[in-house]
């Protein structure tokens, strides 16, 4: 049931917005260069979303709050709408995003200082923001592929944030035409729902849906499903388009934090979710299977990374892996729990690791590091504390969202992606121990460095403490059951219940599930062996970021990233860029030499009249310098007569074309 | 007097102002006020032409001009909401086009007399309602185009004004042939003349074209070969229209233009020209041979999406910053034919948006290659670097106009690919429209290889010492870009105002036609 929307929802979204245009327009000239504009702003969202969040949940079950306005109307009474809704999906993600942005912004002001665009830094993390906003608000997917669309350009703004270094603008530019390719996908699945279903409304695709606009059309449901989960296998970085996000760590890393781990990278995941009664069993058997994959490769390559930024981004795919094969398994009720909780102690771990390489003077490689945990304490602390619930370490909320994504699968009877996603559990812990040792345990590697390292300022390690607080178990468990643990948004979908029967994976209408004696047994062993490993290996410090630690396969995978970089650059750009190049060639020869090729022979049709001593001079020149460099004088001189003989020729012909029209037909 | 007319013939008066000018500095002040007080006239114009019923014209107009018989043309005039926008592009591109020729230094008055003069011509080729007329303004934009191109363009200036020239040439003969050849029908079919018909007036032949839908059409009189030559005449004149386009294969002309074309010239070739050829299209073409344009939807469809993919291709390979942007026109342009084929609501708003806001998408573009060519001397990408940490406020707007041109959301580029995009997936106007669309959905990424490939050499990495010395836009390029600018950035988060404008015109359409 739809109640009106509270008059302050919109705000969420017009506040930030404000403050980007104002920052925008007289940014240099405000004191600080606006940045708190833009912090206040976003502070200010996050409070109303925070209100928005608590009078949803005193709504009754099954009801949200909706708005919509006519954006405009096209002929034959064609209307597109822009709109909003509350239910509990986005006040979820409301709040995420607000907090982990209000949280950056004000990281941001001690971490960006001294830069010489520091305000622009401001407006494109505030733009972000209200991008960010009207992707989680949408009611329809126009707005939503609006907002979709909005984050690509800022991540590829923020990635390339220091552009002087073509490396950086390198990986902008692969973030964004690799995350366009799942847009297009995204697309298709757009037009295949207009299509069949004649609106972009969420709700009233569900109901289309229901009422039969798929009927008997089992397959292309199935594709459009596919269709817009592409665009997440974009936005989510999942395999095989993830290759952007490792690089996408040349942006600055607070932007790393907001936007490439905790909430657009989320994106996906979100849309998987809010779409999920679409999905076809076939559909969501893809999604799992592209999850399970991602969140094994992601961590099989953070094993071997030595540099902290990269360890967290392939940790970041393999997490986002783990929230897809949620989705895929029948619980995007689990998938957005990961999502929330990941998003805390993932912003924790990236603001962490600034904080590192900000008192590093800007060294991000482990070969640096080391020891860092006496000079670095409260730094150490929300790191460690982060990487306990990354690892699904019993009592964190990284434990409770990762083991109610497994429970389903193991309830989906998707026992090979049940033991490949505790298989990932394992080397998550291990990896990140890896990281927090050569980070912080053992010697100085680099005593120059190591000598001027200290403490980040206030501003830097409150977010890193508030964000802290989120992981542990106390915080989740207390609503947890009630937000996440029940498909409450489920029932506040438009039709859902409906949609449901038809539509959605036999298991999958009871998410809770008995807890077998051997699930709890992995799920309360699997993070702490991968942890005891860990340690056991690093220990003896005899080891360092370069050492072997898995089979001789495995490793050169992990070392070469799968070679998935090789494999795009050397296949499919290079195959672009031949068909480019192939094309450019027929366009200039092929197309372009018929032109040539007929003006010469109407030409030679227009001068048959006499003066032939013009038409070898001509078509001999036409034929050949003109075509190919026109031989400035040459040609201006030879070109004199030649419109007249052309003229005589385009009469002659309409002449003959019109009596034959006329005449003889 | 007739607005219309005005709007039609000042420019045409400041051509006899121009005669009295002593310096270049009062020719370039003429030239000025003539683009000036066009884009007021086209604004009233844009105003007049709302709210109209499908099929309606205003500011209409129509006075006997040559009689010989049954040979009985009009100067008949009028606008829609169609004509209405895309006279309102003309007069906003004329004074950013205006202002980019400040810096015309040969041959002033030549210059701005051809300048007010083309004008004319295409204004004039929008209001027309009689096909003769439309003709002859036609031409009439031709010949200074021409003297643009051939007198005030880069080096193969000749080269490229002949191959326009001639290009243009080959389209009007269809175009002159098809209009002959339905003079000739109707003219001895009896059933049209006891209408009270007249054989050039566009609204008539439209309004007959529909009631002999059943029959032959509008040459019914040619009996068993109706159904021929009306595809014939058809296909004849959907050359002429798609040589302006310009739709694959005849499109090489273009990138030559451009090329050697000065600037403002460039802005004016792609901002309104091409459009000429859809509007014809939409004016003429379909409406008059609605059974043909049934069959003909899937090449129509076709050839839009061999323009969308192929003009994205090619114009990744090139090297030179100008003819990249041309060849992307070739490119975007090609949605207009994938919207047209639709005949769906969204798919001839896609169309119709993308004639306006490519309008100002790519004018916008064509100023901003200009503004580094007159600093560069040179237009090879691979030569640049780093300019934004120079020029930030040109390299923003640059940016702007490049990612409006790739279609991203709240930029007015968008709104048109979309829609056409949308459209074309759910027509069943004609079968195959589905496949085509999904071809066409590949351009996304090819667009985007290229504009970011370019930003990158153009604007970002190490600047180049040598150009170092760079000042950043000047306040006169600033107001020309800001100007296209505005529209693009309004339209892209608010396109309603434009879209209410011409919907009548799209009802009238899809009434004709569909």
Redesign the interface.
Known sequence: MAETLPSYVPWILFLPAIGAVVQQLLGPRLPRKGDLVVVGTMAASLVLSVVTMLAWAKLPAGHYFAASWKWFELAGGVTFEMGMVVDGLTSALLCVVTIVATLVFLYSTAYMKGDPRYHRFFFWLSFFGVSMLILTLADNLLMLFIGWELVGLCSYKLIGFWSEDLANAEAAKKAFITTRVGDVGMLIGIMILYTQCGTLHIGEIFAAVKGGAFGGQEGLLTLAGVGLFFGAVGKSAQFPLHVWLPDAMAGPTPVSALIHAATMVAAGVYLSARMFPLFTPDALGFIAWTGGITAFIGAIIAVSQTDIKKVLAYSTISQLGYMILGVGVGAPWAAMFHLCTHAMFKACLFLGSGSVIHAMHHAQDLKDMGGLRAKMPVTFWTFVISTLALAGIPLTSGFMSKDAILLQALHEHRYVLFVLGFGVAFLTAFYMTRLVWLCFMGKPKNEEKFSHAHESPLVMIAPLVILAAFTPWVFWGGFAEDFFGTPAYYESHPDFEHVQEAYIAPGAEAPHHEHPWYFQLLAYTTGGLGLALGIGIFLSGRRDEKSRLLPAPLHDLSVHKFHMDEMYLDGIVAAGNALSEQSHWIDANVVDGAVNVSGAVSLFVGDASGDADQVIVDGAVNLTADVAEGAGAMVATAQTGRIRNYITAALGLTAVVVVILVFVL | MNLLTITIFLPAAGLLALLFTKDCKQARWIGMLGALATFVLSTFVLFKSVNLDPGEYALTADVAWITLGKFDVHYRIGVDGLSGILIFLTGLLAVSAALASWSIEKGTRGYWAMFLLLHTGIIGTFASLDLFLFYVFWEVMLLPMYFLIGVWGG??R??AA??F???T??GS?FL??GI??IY?AVTSDPAFAAKGYNAFSIPDLTAYAQQARGGGGILAN?GA?AA??AN??FW?MFVAFAVKVPV??F???LPDAHVEAPTPISVILAGILLKLGGYGMLRINFPFFPGVMKDAAFWIGLLGVINIV?GA??A???TDFKKMVAYSSVSHMGFCLLGFAAMT??G??GAILQLFNHGTISGLLFLVVGVVYDRAHHRDLNRFG?L??KMPAYGTIAMIAM?ASLG???LSG?WGE??A??GS??TDYYEGAKLI??IA??G???T??YY??AI?RVF???LNPAYESFPDATRRERVAMIALLVPTIFLGI???PL??VY??A??AI?LFVG
């Open positions: 080096p193969r000749i080269y002949i191959k020239f001639l290009y040439l080959f003969i002159l042939a002959l050849v000739f040619y070969n021929l030559v014939l005449v004849g694959f294969p499109h090489t002309w192929y291709l090619v990744m390979a090139q609501p969204e001839l708003n780093g934004l940490w990612f991203l959301p709240a968008f979309f829609l995009f949308v997936y759910k669309t999904l959905t590949s996304l990424v090819f985007a290889a970011l490939r990158q970002l990495g190490k608010y396109p309603k879209i209410a919907q009548p799209v009802d899809r």
